[in-house]
DNA sequence: CTCAAGTGAATGAATGGTCATTCATTTTGC
DNA sequence: GCAAAATGAATGACCATTCATTCACTTGAG
């Protein structure tokens, strides 16, 4: 676009270019699958040359890589903000899910990024563990733990297992919801799978 | 092994070499993922020649199918028998959840694949969706329905959205299991996750 | 102001290596 | 000997990455 003046708009044109090449890829991606997606196409969805992808990043898989530690960067600074000022810890795992859910709903081709590709080797699974995910469980299993101290939750159960049990269960509301045909609100899951995590199904 | 006499054994034969072929595909696939994979590590894995691989499988990709439909249709048969004596809707979703475990917490190669090399892909994904698993989380489904008309299981609560927790949970503690670098037995996490699915984690 | 030289971003054709798949030939079992 | 089964070298596509070249723009000398 219009390039005029000094240093400060090349450094500004190229920042964008990293930016058109990351929205491109999360689409092909999406799309195709990382194994399937050729560079060209990444290049061809961005409007550049082939080359140029080279030239913003070493390699097709370091994109790939900066997708993943860029979302889970802004993901998990914005849940900690989102939930510091709360109390409760079952209203913080209440923010924790609606988050989640909104924020992966909100974008599908993302989402598609996250639940697939970045499931589909063990390799990038490690990686996305040390990118933040591991952090992300963590922060799930301290509010647990705050809930048993604050007495609102059972001290008979384990926080680990218990995290995981509720990221599972939302990670699979997302799973299924990239699956479905039809076209429906991702969000709004999270009361439902809240309500079964905090009380569970059997009648009282 | 030990090929002898006639028509019969020559088609069991071709059996035996097929059930070869498809054990060290869950190897190779499990170490390298499947896009990594060469047909050439599976004939190696194997001990015959790569071109052998084509008289019994069409393609590559039929190799990874034909691991999921068999190990589903087992895991379906299996779980429904199992199941079938018995009468409370609880008892038969905990019956169901330790098998998930114990099947694929018994192999952890084969669990590989089923967590890993099939999310990898929508297209997978889907195949494997039609291959058993949407009948799989039937059968959750259905059980909990059950569970509320026994006066068991809340009425408020959505089957197919209970459905998709328990999954989800026991999904999530597979994916953990795998990734481990501790070894540890997976199914003693059945009796974890249901006390949460069925009690939950608030404080009675 | 004007234009020649300089700069580095962008290009895309060429390279090099990798496999899935095929098939002419060999081996095996009877 | 002869089917059927197995072999593995050869084939043909495919694609990530490289790099010589182009091009748009800036700079500064006159």
Chains 1, 2 share one sequence.
Not at 10 to 39: L, M, P
Not at 62 to 76: A, K, Q
Not at 131 to 144: M, Q, S, V, W
Request: proline share 1%.
């Amino acid at each position: 676009m219009a390039a005029s003046r000094t240093a400060d708009v090349s450094a500004r044109s190229g920042t964008d270019k990293r930016e058109a090449i990351i929205r491109a890829a999360i689409r092909v991606f999406a799309r195709k699958g990382y194994f399937s997606s050729k560079v060209s196409d990444i290049a061809g969805q961005a409007k550049i040359a082939d080359g140029t992808v080279y030239l913003y990043f070493k390699s097709k898989e370091e994109i790939l890589h900066s997708i993943f530690n860029r979302m889970m960067e802004s993901f998990i600074s914005d849940g900690k903000k989102e939930i510091e000022g709360i109390e409760r810890a079952d209203e913080k795992l209440r923010r924790i899910s609606e988050l989640h859910l909104e924020r992966l709903g909100a974008d599908r081709d993302l989402a598609i990024v996250f639940q697939v590709q970045l499931r589909g080797s063990i390799k990038f699974m490690r990686e996305f563990s040390a990118a933040g995910f591991a952090e992300y469980l963590d922060i799930i299993r301290k509010t647990i733990s705050e809930g048993q101290k604050q007495g609102i939750f059972r001290k008979d159960l384990n926080p680990v297992v218990c995290s995981k049990i509720l990221f599972g269960a939302l990670d699979e509301m997302v799973t299924n919801w990239i699956l479905s045909k039809k076209k429906f609100e991702l969000a709004p899951a999270a009361g439902e799978v809240l309500d079964v995590f905090f009380n569970g199904v059997a009648r009282a």
